[in-house]
């Protein structure tokens, strides 16, 4: 069946993404357990906290606490997510908890970028130039571009692969200013506007123009494409995939309330698995932290994956 | 991209599907409302009622009072569910309002026939002689074939390939032995257990033995894999397909509460129309009949599309 890859990455971004959504606190234990037990599944990396301003955003004020606090589980690489050089030296006293790693991230959407950074282009640009500059100064590798909007935008509507690629282009000369190699490309489809045909174009495209770039895919399941969207990915040779358990988190962008976010890791890990694809994820171990999560939460996720189980316990009773 | 039709056929089977399901009391005059807000969607085919025994399925108690009820739009084909004589009674009262169809349903497991159907395969194929039959001597064409569990089973496993094929290869006997033609052969994947690959897999073995069959595909979003597989269907050319409004309906089969059943009309045509494929149904109109179906049920449906909308908004403020 096409280029399938034989083996994917998954990151999972559950509890980044999730705790950060949602409308109730949730604790610094209970999220220190959601890391602990999705440790235990067999995924490779894990983002765990946002280290952002406690004043904007109140649920991450813990980040500190939740890094200092989980259990490191061997081979699995932790990380997480900051946006200006107070985040950067909030992460660098974790350098042996976390794996440290800086990320050119532009938006492919000028509308998109104002709206939510604040900035222009030009001023994102600027700003990634900067911190490029701060995380190279700090020991900390910057080897990936990250392209939000990558698909289509909630402000400016379609996003063209044109649009894209200069995005990436962009990127690539503030790390060549920088005399840093760019070996790793995501690319975000930020609002749920991909389509398995805008996934076809745009990694066609992108692969066309730089086949040295290693894709990554952060697909949101906004609109219920998300995991045909995956599958297309699958088909090009997409083999690194972002996702968070349980589809925790939503879409915080104008007009969704309620519309899931990340693509929930347990139907993109049913997906591989049932297809040969090896993810090195126990199903069953994940679908266990989804409940976690539902129960943290308290509310119930969108995974669908997450309520049918897997397909183990009727092959056994058939058996 | 490969296949892709450029025309899609979807046939809604939310009324019929959902209300059945749903463990309050659906009023009469609710379940019309649903269908006529579908007949005002574009949407060609919708089946709007089961004609089962009351005391089995007591929520299907009124189907004869819905089937007078509801309001005909011109162009629409309008369809009723019956599983033996008795039904098929009831539905030629309604001559005038139905279009009557007879199909052979058999399934490619034979331990969900047992299970579900109280019949070994035997008996299932000898039940469908009879009701074909009694279909020709009503006056009813019988021109299709329906293959239940076609990509996989609760009770034994996984259905190969091969099994699919003497499935339809014994309807198409009876059609032989009753001197009809079929044309039209429907898979449907009852339990969830279809991935893109068995989509594949199963529908070119069909089609590589009998080219002249037109496969529609019945999909359940039981573990989140509904859409993804719906498109591996459209990149193989497969134009026909059946849906559930806001993803009403379920899963009743063991191990699987609350798991979604037929995948979500509006997420197939959203898919489907933003890959340039036509559907003739309007999205708006269908997310507002979903909002109606949510508000009848009183629970949130499945449907992500539903929550999130269509992209016209978005491109309509862009702009």
């Known amino acids: 069946m096409s280029n399938l890859p034989s083996v994917v990455d998954i990151a999972e971004e559950g509890p980044r993404e999730g705790f950060q959504i949602e409308k109730g606190a949730i604790s610094t234990a209970d999220k220190i357990a959601l890391i602990d037990?999705?440790?235990?599944?067999?995924?490779?990396?894990?983002?765990?906290?946002?280290?952002?301003?406690?004043?904007?955003?109140?649920?991450?004020a813990d980040a500190d606490a939740v890094i200092a606090g989980f259990t490191p589980a061997p081979g699995v690489a932790y990380t997480a997510l900051?946006?200006?050089?107070?985040?950067?030296?909030r992460a660098l006293a974790f350098r042996d908890r976390l794996t440290l790693k800086g990320s050119i991230s532009l938006s492919a959407s000028e509308a998109f970028c104002r709206k939510n950074l604040n900035r222009d282009r030009a001023g994102q640009t600027e700003a990634m130039r900067g911190q490029t500059e701060r995380h190279l100064a700090a020991g900390v590798p910057v080897t990936r571009i990250g392209v939000m909007a990558?698909?289509?935008?909630?402000?400016?509507?379609?996003?063209?692969?044109?649009?894209?690629?200069?995005?990436?282009?962009?990127?690539?000369?503030?790390?060549?200013?920088?005399?840093?190699?760019?070996?790793?490309?995501?690319?975000?489809?930020t609002m749920g506007w991909a389509t398995p045909a805008r996934v076809e174009r745009v990694v066609s495209e992108v692969r066309g123009r730089w086949p040295e770039l290693v894709i990554s895919?952060?697909?949101?399941?906004t609109r219920g494409l998300g995991i045909a969207n995956a599958f297309e990915g699958l088909r090009l040779g997409v083999a690194r995939f972002d996702a968070?358990?349980?589809?925790?988190?939503?879409?915080?962008?104008?007009?969704?309330?309620?519309?899931?976010?990340?693509?929930?890791?347990?139907?993109?890990?049913?997906?591989?698995?049932?297809?040969?694809?090896?993810?090195?994820?126990d199903l069953e171990a994940l679908i266990e932290a989804g409940r976690l999560a539902e129960r943290i939460v308290g509310r119930q996720l969108p995974s669908a994956a997450l309520r049918a189980g897997t397909l183990t316990a009727f092959r056994q009773n058939a058996a």
């Open 82 to 89: 900051w946006f200006n050089e107070r985040g950067l030296e």
């Open 244 to 281: 968070a358990v349980g589809g925790l988190g939503g879409c915080p962008f104008a007009g969704q309330p309620g519309a899931p976010g990340n693509i929930a890791t347990e139907e993109l890990v049913l997906l591989c698995e049932e297809m040969g694809i090896a993810t090195g994820i």
């Open 150 to 189: 990558a698909f289509g935008c909630n402000y400016s509507g379609d996003v063209s692969p044109a649009n894209v690629l200069a995005t990436i282009q962009d990127g690539l000369a503030i790390a060549a200013e920088a005399g840093v190699t760019i070996r790793d490309l995501s690319l975000a489809d």
């Open 217 to 221: 895919l952060h697909l949101h399941d």
């Open 37 to 60: 037990a999705l440790s235990r599944t067999g995924v490779k990396r894990i983002q765990v906290a946002s280290l952002v301003n406690p004043k904007l955003v109140p649920s991450w």
